[in-house]
């Protein structure tokens, strides 16, 4: 028999706050973590545009530490040092190989990268950072994960591009389901806001442009004027637990994780396909063993982007049919931007926290209806009252990963 799975856990640093609590009352307000770039990025740049978390590495590592940690592995050890507080976790004394680490990012240590090809070619030095590989590599967040906290359990990264950490999540729950785990770590990061990894997302054309009135309103998720998504920073890690040994010891209970569904678009490696995404949300419900009417709230992938938002729309009227104009759909990406391999767990993490505080989180930026998106998104304003006892948060990526996790309400 399949073990339920709970979040016991959340810890956040993000372009709306660098804790659950914030980050949750920034994206009801609608306040927005988007704004221009400075200018030493900014001249190099057609948008200079970003989504940057207010983050001082030198505040929670010390010097020699801090060399040795890339800012995405800084983002993912902070994050992860909040959700175990929050979790009352001590892990001592817990047999340790019952714990897994599971991270997903899609870019892992792009400024160790970028700083290093500036080095080598830039600069024409041989002089690379000794510690530029273990810096950059893209399994250092989860490694320094399990080596600060003594974990023995499987420690894995996955890079699926913009599903990575809802992949993530989906590999924990798994593992605990099936009885394989007591307890696992698991989430994203990612810091890709050096120059060389914005210049190669500006050249695919899928970046917004500057909303000239108001810069920190250029992401418009599912709005006719919408023009692109726009790139953020930051962390997202949650405590995975198994319903029984959580609430024996009294632990806190941000919700449950009751399914996930994986399928693959197999037409074009960045356009996104309804078919695959239909799939992934039918696969989510089969897993969770729910049916699509028992849905009352849906986190949507909703990058602003004209392919994606349009795509994603018509994948839930194919699940959903002529309900699915009843499901508040939220799209939180229009205020902390899209933090690619981190944005899943983020979005996983504020769709638990409105489903504990009874509301739909508002879409921001959507002044002009686009009739290919013609579904209830949640305009402009949080919507209360709102008591969701099953949501799915969509992840769709590059690549073609689809990646839907189904959350259920926190129960006695």
Not at 162 to 183: P, T
Request: hydrophobic share 45%; with cysteine; glycine share 10%.
């Amino acid at each position: 028999m399949r073990k339920r799975v709970v979040v016991t856990g959340i810890g956040i640093v993000s372009p709306i706050g660098n804790c659950l609590e914030d980050a949750f009352q920034h994206a009801s307000c609608g306040r927005s973590g988007i704004g221009l770039l400075p200018a030493a990025l900014a001249s190099r740049l057609h948008a200079p545009l970003a989504a940057c978390a207010t983050f001082d590495g030198a505040t929670h590592f010390p010097p020699p530490r801090l060399r040795m940690l890339d800012r995405v592995t800084q983002f993912a050890l902070a994050a992860t040092s909040q959700a175990i507080a929050a979790a009352r976790l001590d892990l001592a004394g817990r047999p340790s190989e019952r714990i897994g680490v599971f991270t997903g990012t899609a870019m892992g240590g792009t400024a160790t990268t970028d700083d290093g090809y500036r080095t080598l070619y830039g600069e024409q030095s041989d002089r690379i950072k000794p510690f530029t590989v273990m810096m950059g590599m893209y399994n250092a967040p989860g490694a320094w994960i399990g080596i600060d906290h003594g974990l023995r359990g499987p420690n894995l990264t996955y890079s699926t591009a913009c599903a990575a950490s809802a992949v993530a999540l989906g590999e924990a729950w798994l593992r605990i389901a099936r009885g394989e785990l007591d307890l696992a770590i698991a989430g994203g990061a990612e810091a890709p806001l050096a120059l060389g990894a914005l210049k190669a997302w500006e050249a695919l054309h899928t970046l917004a442009g500057v909303d000239r009135e108001r810069p920190s309103a250029s992401c418009k998720p599912f709005s006719r004027d919408r023009s692109g998504m726009v790139l953020g920073e930051g962390a997202a890690m949650l405590i995975l637990e198994e319903r029984t040994h959580a609430l024996a010891r009294g632990a806190p209970v941000f919700g449950e994780l009751l399914g996930y569904g994986l399928a693959t678009d197999i037409g074009h490696i960045t356009r996104p396909n309804i078919e695959g995404q239909a799939a992934a949300m039918r696969a989510a419900l089969a897993s969770a063993g729910i049916a699509a009417a028992q849905v009352d709230a849906i986190n949507a992938h909703g990058t602003g982007t004209l392919a994606n938002d349009a795509t994603e729309t018509a994948a839930v009227r194919a699940v959903f049919g002529a309900r699915a104009r009843a499901i508040p759909i939220s799209a939180t990406k229009a205020v902390h931007g899209h933090l690619l391999g981190a944005a899943g767990a983020l979005e996983c993490a504020l769709s638990l926290r409105a489903m504990q505080a009874d509301v739909a989180l508002p879409t921001m930026h959507l002044r002009h209806a686009d009739p290919q998106c013609d579904l209830d998104y949640v305009p402009n304003t949080v919507r209360t009252g709102c008591r969701a006892q099953i949501m799915l948060s969509n992840s769709f990526a590059f690549g073609g990963t689809n990646a839907v996790l189904v959350l259920g309400r926190a129960t006695p």
